[in-house]
């Protein structure tokens, strides 16, 4: 990276804690784990000269100390001492360099298992418009192998192993609604599995979130697409999807009867202000009120019209201050408890001021999610992912919104401002000791 007219270069002994600081080195030629950070303590200095760190860039605007003067005076500076003991083999570094390659190993570890997921992701959704297009036309087999579609994801929750919510890069189709019906069962299982349904209920779950929205295969495309208010009757038209949905799936003679349930249900509010029925909390099921939630969410994040759309920090923090009365608050809790304060999807600014990509959680440790570091230094192709707790004493400063990304840090992240998603499953005997 060239030197900005912000950054000036001063030498290793003018370092004292308060300095933000950017390494000359690229991430691969040095122990440390961040290529920018602001120096805390004595001990990070001396690890830098350990390291044989020479010169430094020191941005002074994110700094809260001025560097110290030089000793010698301009044009006579020595050269610096040779350290005691070689860089390579200062305990210290040798220690920092073996963290960093741990690290490093499980970088190469969670890549290999996102590109799995991924692998399976696509798989699915190229399955899933087929599936939808049969069971409307009233194919038995259709239903069936919904069912073993969803029997396999519901699978990965139960089984025993750590599942991990991971985001999905896609790029914008016309087949928007699919990649909906697959995003909101992937958070309903999670959310299911996190409040102990029994396996039965999560395959019903599973299949009812699927297929919620089917019955909007019989309302005009303009209507569903139209990002201008909709008008009375078009609501009016939009609200009939419930109904239709029970229709189309009642065409299959064994479909479950909880699962149609979500269908019908989906749309309503503990409140009561919900439709197509207004019924109350007592009265709407459980599944169909894990399925509100999770439709609540995917839509805020995915918003049709994307001036609307909130990056799912916002999407959480609005459904628990402004629509608590519609949802089932015990569910809401434990689903914000699954996903974390900072969801997969969001992008943040860390207390040294990299930006990061939340890119998966594992729900039942969800303070820990994994993030993937902006560098430019470094391909993207090997962009580092690191876990919350290796940021040490580092924080996440704010979340932001995609609006507000530099173009560079969306293609970085192959980041489309969308929160899609789906589960992986790291069974005990595949983790890495």
Same mark, same amino acid.
């Given at each position: 990276?060239? %030197? ?16 933000? /600081? ?16 602001? /120096? ?12 044989? /760190? %020479? ?29 005691? %003991? ?14 960093? #390659?741990?690290?490093? *190993? ?21 399955? /899933? ?48 609604? !699919? ?102 909390? *007592?009265?709407?099921? #459980? ?9 609540? !969410? ?19 923090? !609005? ?5 608590? #009365? ?6 809401? %809790? ?47 192709? *090997? ?31 192959? !980041? ?18």
């Amino acid at each position: 990276m060239a %030197t900005t007219e912000s950054e000036k270069r001063i030498k290793i002994d003018q370092l004292r804690p308060g300095i933000f /600081i950017r390494l000359q080195a690229s991430w691969f030629e040095h122990p440390f784990l961040f290529n920018s950070l602001k /120096i805390k303590n004595l001990g990070q200095i001396e690890a830098l000269k350990k390291a044989g /760190i %020479t010169e430094v860039f020191y941005i002074p605007q994110k700094s809260d100390s001025l560097p110290l003067p030089l000793n010698e005076p301009p044009g006579k500076a020595s050269p610096p001492p040779k350290p005691a %003991t070689p860089p390579q083999e200062d305990p210290v570094v040798k220690l920092l360099w073996q963290i960093k #390659k741990d690290r490093m *190993e499980k970088l190469k570890e969670n890549q290999e298992n996102l590109r799995k997921c991924t692998k399976d992701y696509n798989a699915t959704v190229k399955d /899933i418009p087929d599936i939808m297009e049969k069971i409307i036309g009233g194919s038995q087999e259709a239903v069936s192998n919904a069912r073993t579609l969803i029997a396999k994801m519901a699978g990965k929750f139960i089984n025993k192993g750590d599942s991990f919510v991971h985001l999905m890069a896609i790029k914008e189709t016309e087949e928007s609604i !699919y990649y909906h019906s697959l995003n909101a069962s992937v958070l309903a299982l999670m959310l299911g599995a996190k409040a102990g349904f029994s396996p039965s209920e999560m395959r019903d779950l599973g299949l009812g979130v699927l297929l919620h929205d089917i019955g909007k295969s019989r309302i005009d495309n303009k209507v569903l697409k139209k990002v201008e208010p909709l008008s009375k009757a078009e609501q009016n038209l939009i609200r009939l999807h419930p109904q239709y949905g029970v229709e189309i799936v009642a065409k299959s003679n064994d479909f479950p009867k909880n699962a149609a349930m979500i269908i019908l249900q989906h749309h309503e509010q503990c409140d009561g202000s919900g439709y197509p029925q207004h019924r109350t909390r *007592e009265k709407i099921s #459980k599944l169909a009120r894990v399925a509100n939630i999770v439709n609540v !969410y995917d839509n805020l994040c995915n918003n049709i019209d994307p001036a609307k759309a909130m990056n799912p920090y916002q999407a959480l923090s !609005y459904m628990y201050s402004r629509c608590k #009365k519609g949802l089932d608050l015990e569910l809401l %809790t434990l689903f914000i408890r699954s996903l974390g304060v900072y969801p997969p999807g969001t992008v943040v600014m860390l207390s040294n001021g990299i930006i990061a990509l939340i890119v998966s959680v594992n729900p039942q440790n969800p303070m820990k999610p994994s993030l993937m570091l902006y560098d430019p230094d470094i391909p993207k192709n *090997e962009a580092v992912a690191v876990e919350m707790e290796d940021l040490m004493d580092l924080t996440v400063e704010k979340s932001l919104r995609f609006e507000d990304l530099p173009a560079e840090v969306c293609d970085y992240f192959n !980041y489309s401002g969308k929160a899609n998603y789906f589960v992986e499953q790291v069974k005990e005997g595949d983790k890495s000791a």
